[in-house]
């Protein structure tokens, strides 16, 4: 009996099973539902059998014949249109060269503030992530039962930060997670907005004295965008208690704070026109409540805007809003000792839509006319923001047991916009490969030779390689050197080999020069370490 006759046998006895339920007097819905699923699975197991062994002969027989030819499903058929999925690109070696220079840059700021860096899994139960993220839920990828679980693909690291915080009853950490995430949004190619990207985070948990961890996340951004070079940029500030107050003041129901914010946050790319119709038309806030926000919400400035604030008759009495306002105080002043305080500005319209922000909240945007590399103003606008994040002190305590709370406090960098400028601002030939020295043969008959030599150079821990050609001519060999901007090419020749020397070429100008074959590796590591 084949495996196809056993699961067929099985899928008539479980479709027995089912249809006993559903015929009986009393009928247990729980039962049904689990016996269909069985059903559903023995099927999928048949279809899947069938398609691993298409072509086989018997399970080939078994199929029905198509109604018409399936070219474009057979392998190799030319007319296949092939296309990354929307939202998604390839990336060629220049570009991950690329891409990899500006991780290593962020990484090393990380570790600087003492962070350490954890992983967690690509997807999580779909009820972790839903009602995190306001009105940008519907952009969550959902993926199809596979065994019991509802599952979506994560949509930042911020929420699997916080399970993962809960979950393991840890009470103090200070992380950085670089990994992809996953948005089912409306891609901008040109602007760095993908539905597959990555996202570089940097989070403080625990409890601590106020705006200590906060005014460290925002140097974080000023030595990441300052080091990676992106040009000029501002870090906008604000406080989720300062909004929360000024739209109690405005007269906005308290269950309308956070569908305020959504609208308020689109801002710094909708003119205030179009989010005050918004705000009336489609969220049913009155037209005073509306009039009097746009009053505060486009405001920014610095300690005197707080003082401002601190003496307006319609705030004083809102213990939120003089909250808000004595943290941004405390900020601002950390921010100028750590010598940062002229690049940041504090901003009402700054509103972050995600619904778990509690406090702090801050996004870094680039300045037009700032970069190298000949970019105009405009380009660079378009790019938008390049990092944000705030305080999310509540956050926590939904995946705890025992509903205990860990404050926390974080920043997430738009690496995908970085790159999206740097690679636009790319110059040149940008180099794909790390290797130190090429080992090269200058005529028939050394391959063995040339391996013994590339063994020596592994072994010393230096970067090398050679071609896979017996007898590569020696030019060809030199050239790919040039191409590739190895630095050094270790030339070896039976004259030389003879008298226990090597030639060593420096690429970029050509030179030559004659090396003991015994000591021609510390010879290359002095060169090296004299060029770094």
Excluded at 225 to 234: I, Q, R, S, T, W
Excluded at 352 to 370: H, K, N, P, Q, S
Aim: glycine fraction near 10%; charge should be neutral.
């Amino acid at each position: 009996m084949t495996a196809k006759d056993t699961l067929e046998a099985a899928i008539t006895a479980q479709g027995d099973v089912v249809r006993k339920l559903k015929s009986a007097a009393t009928k247990d819905k729980a039962k049904i539902n689990e016996e269909v699923q069985k059903l559903l699975a023995l099927k999928e197991q048949l279809k899947q059998l069938t398609v691993d062994d298409d072509g086989s002969g018997e399970t080939a027989a078994a199929a029905p014949a198509p109604s018409k030819p399936a070219a474009a499903s057979e392998p190799g058929n030319r007319n296949l249109s092939l296309k990354t999925p929307k939202g998604t690109r390839d990336y060629g070696p220049e570009a991950m060269a690329l891409r990899q220079r500006v991780l290593d840059q962020v990484v090393r700021v990380f570790r600087r503030h003492g962070a350490e860096t954890i992983d967690t899994p690509v997807f999580e139960l779909k009820e972790v992530l839903t009602g995190k993220y306001g009105e940008d839920s519907k952009l969550i990828y959902d993926l199809k039962d596979q065994g019991g679980e509802i599952l979506a693909l994560r949509y930042d690291l911020t929420v699997p930060f916080a399970r993962y915080v809960g979950m393991g009853n840890v009470f103090n950490i200070k992380r950085y997670h670089i990994a992809k995430v996953y948005r089912r949004d409306n891609p901008q190619i040109t602007r760095g907005r993908y539905r597959e990207f990555y996202q570089c985070d940097f989070d403080i948990a625990g409890t601590y004295d106020p705006m200590l961890p906060d005014a460290e996340c925002v140097k974080v951004v000023c030595e990441i965008l300052a080091e990676v070079g992106v040009g000029d940029f501002v870090v906008k500030l604000n406080h989720r208690k300062l909004l929360d107050g000024i739209f109690e003041a405005c007269g906005v129901p308290a269950d309308k704070f956070r569908t305020a914010c959504s609208s308020v946050d689109k801002l710094d790319k909708t003119p205030w026109e179009e989010v005050r119709r918004e705000m009336v038309e489609e969220k049913g806030l009155s037209e005073e409540a509306v009039g009097r926000i746009g009053q505060f919400v486009t405001l920014h400035g610095g300690t005197e805007l707080i003082e401002r604030l601190a003496a307006d008759e319609t705030l004083r009495g809102i213990k939120v809003a003089m909250e808000g306002l004595e943290d941004m105080r405390l900020l601002l002043q950390y921010c100028e000792i750590f010598q940062v305080a002229d690049r940041v500005s504090f901003d009402l319209s700054l509103a972050r839509g995600l619904d778990y922000y509690t406090g702090v909240i801050y996004e870094a945007v680039l300045l037009g006319g700032g970069g190298a590399g000949g970019g105009s103003a405009d380009e660079e606008i378009t790019v938008g923001s390049v990092a944000g994040g705030g305080r999310y002190d509540n956050l926590v305590g939904m995946f705890n047991p025992k509903r205990k709370q860990v404050p926390c406090v974080g920043v997430s960098i738009g690496v995908e916009r970085l790159f999206s400028i740097l690679e636009a601002r790319a110059g040149g030939k940008t180099r794909t490969n790390e290797t130190e020295v090429y080992v090269a043969s200058a005529h028939k008959g050394l391959h063995l030779k040339r391996l013994e030599i590339l063994n020596k150079l592994w072994s010393a821990g230096l970067k090398a390689e050679h071609s896979y050609k017996l007898n590569p001519k020696l030019l060809a060999q030199l050239q790919h050197c040039e191409e590739y901007q190895i630095p050094y090419a270790v030339i070896l020749g039976d004259g030389e080999l003879s008298r226990g020397v090597v030639k060593l070429r420096e690429i970029a100008t050509r030179k030559e020069e004659e090396v003991a074959l015994d000591t021609f590796i510390e010879e290359l590591r002095r060169r090296l370490l004299s060029a770094a």
